[in-house]
């Protein structure tokens, strides 16, 4: 199988400056449904740290890499993520993964 036709899985790891977990998380509650509802998202959840809540992991599943970019250049990830949630991160670390 071509590595082009294989989903791609993106893995995220989120800390938010001091004060501003409640903020995030009111974000992403936003996003997460129009995240979810991308023709190219097969799986997209957001966790928050119970014990550390300024922490927020990302498990995601794209039917491949353009479904992946094609994420990036919607509307609701320019505006939420890039626009109003990015600024208020201490920390932000992403990975990509296939399944095996």
């Known amino acids: 199988m071509a590595a082009s036709n294989q989903n791609l899985v993106v893995t995220a790891f989120w800390e938010t400056n001091p004060g501003e977990e ?6 992403l509650k936003d996003f ?3 995240a979810q509802q991308e023709p190219g998202v097969k799986q997209f959840q957001i966790h928050q740290n119970i014990s550390k809540p300024r922490e927020f ?3 995601e599943v794209f039917a491949g890499e353009a479904a992946f970019a094609d994420h990036q250049q919607t509307e609701h990830f ?3 993520i890039v626009g109003q949630a990015v600024p208020r991160l201490a920390k932000r670390e992403r990975s ?3 399944f095996i």
């Open 32 to 34: 997460l449904p129009q």
């Open 78 to 80: 320019k505006n939420i």
């Open 22 to 27: 409640g903020a995030i998380a009111n974000l």
């Open 57 to 59: 992991f990302f498990y």
């Open 96 to 98: 990509q993964f296939r």
